[in-house]
């Protein structure tokens, strides 16, 4: 089982024109893959209240953190 966070996200432009992502829900959840996770957090928020255009998944396990700090330890 691995953690992942699931991140819903709405593209808005500022006033310069510019595209921004606007985080509307944000979810930690530990399941067996990334798809499981997605499928999971669209089930717990009423998708027609979220405006997401924009979802993403990311591990966030303690281990998949220290392979990714020791990558870029340069001591």
Aim: with cysteine; hydrophobic share 35%.
């Amino acid at each position: 089982m691995s953690e992942f966070r699931v991140s819903f996200y709405k593209t808005l432009k500022n006033a310069g024109g510019r595209s921004l992502k606007h985080l509307q829900r944000q979810l930690d959840l530990t399941f067996d893959s990334p798809s499981g996770a997605l499928v999971a957090a669209e089930r717990l928020f009423d998708q027609r209240g979220l405006e997401a255009d924009c979802i993403e998944v990311v591990d966030i396990s303690p281990s998949r953190h220290r392979e990714a700090n020791s990558a870029f330890d340069r001591s």
